[in-house]
C-alpha cells in the first residue's frame, strides 16, 4: 500500500533545490551509496546531532535524498531515506522516506554528477532515449541504453475517484501524478520505459510508471546516469506549477527495482 507524501517533507524536499552547499549539485537532490568497501552506514540521531542512538547499513547502490550539511560536520551530511521493505520486492515505489541521519561524504555520490547518458529523441518525438557513450571501444549496438516512451493518456476513459473538493484521488485505484482536479487538454503519459543492455534487456514493472502524467520532454528536466554497469539511474522532473513532481528510478543489473516519487511545486 502507498503512502501519502506529508507537506513537511514535500517542503524540505524542496528547500533542497536552492542549497549552493553542495558544489555542483543543481538539478535533483539525489545521492546513492558509491563505497568501495560496498556498503555505508548512516549515524541515527535522537534529540541532538551527537547522540548517536544507532548505526544504519545502506549497500551499494541505495539512494537517499540530500537535506543538507550535517550541523558542526565538514565531512558528513544530512539524508532522508526510505526504510526497506521486509521481504525483497521485484518492485517497490516510496513516497515517504520516513528515516534520516548522516552518512560521510567520501562514500557518497550525487547522481546528476555521476557518468551521463547521452540524449536524444526518437524521429517521431514521442520517445526519449539515453545511450552510454563512456565507452567509444563499444559498438553503437552493444551499448547500453534507456527509452522512455511518451503517448497521449487513455486516463479520461479509466475510473477515477475524487474528493469533495473535486481533486482526483485515484485513477483505476492508483494515485495520480502531475494533476490535481481535472485531466488537462492534451495531457500526455508515461508509456512504457526499456532498458537494453548487452545479455539483459526488460520493460519496466507497471507499476513503476503508473499514472506518471505530463512527463518532460525536456533534456534539463531528465537525464540518466550510471554508478557502473549494474546500477543505472533515470531521474524526471515532470508537470508544471502546483503540479510538478519529481521521480527516481534505481535499475539494478537491468531491471527497475526502487523509485522514489514527490511532489516538489515551482
Request: charged share 25%.
Amino acid at each position: 500500500m502507498m503512502i501519502s507524501v506529508n507537506k513537511a517533507f514535500c517542503v524540505s524536499i524542496f528547500s533542497v533545490f536552492s542549497l549552493a552547499s553542495v558544489k555542483g549539485q543543481q538539478k535533483v537532490p539525489f545521492g546513492v551509496v558509491k563505497a568501495e568497501e560496498g556498503y555505508a552506514n548512516v549515524r541515527v540521531h535522537k534529540d541532538n546531532y551527537r547522540k548517536i542512538v544507532d548505526k544504519i547499513r545502506m549497500r551499494k547502490g541505495d539512494v537517499f535524498v540530500y537535506v543538507k550539511p550535517a550541523p558542526g560536520e565538514t565531512e558528513w551530511i544530512w539524508i532522508k531515506y526510505p526504510e526497506k521493505q521486509d521481504a525483497d520486492k521485484p518492485f517497490v515505489r516510496y513516497e515517504d522516506l520516513d528515516k534520516e541521519g548522516m552518512v560521510n561524504k567520501e562514500r557518497i555520490a550525487f547522481i546528476d554528477q555521476l557518468p551521463q547518458y547521452t540524449p536524444s529523441k526518437s524521429k517521431n518525438g514521442r520517445s526519449l532515449i539515453f545511450v552510454d557513450n563512456s565507452n567509444p571501444k563499444i559498438p553503437t549496438a552493444q551499448r547500453s541504453k534507456v527509452v522512455i516512451d511518451v503517448y497521449p493518456s487513455n486516463a479520461g476513459y479509466r475510473k477515477q475517484e475524487k474528493d469533495a473538493n473535486g481533486n482526483i484521488l485515484t485513477i483505476d485505484k492508483v494515485k495520480p501524478w502531475g494533476i490535481s482536479n481535472e485531466l488537462p487538454e492534451g495531457m500526455t503519459e508515461i508509456k512504457s520505459i526499456r532498458v537494453q543492455q548487452p545479455g539483459r534487456g526488460s520493460v519496466f514493472v507497471r507499476e513503476a510508471i503508473k499514472n506518471m502524467f505530463m512527463p518532460t520532454m525536456d533534456f534539463n528536466n531528465v537525464g540518466v546516469t550510471a554508478l557502473d554497469n549494474d546500477h543505472i539511474f533515470l531521474y524526471m522532473i515532470n508537470g508544471t506549477g502546483e503540479n510538478r513532481y519529481t521521480s527516481l528510478w534505481t535499475i539494478k543489473e537491468g531491471r527497475v527495482i526502487s523509485q522514489i516519487i514527490y511532489k516538489s511545486p515551482e
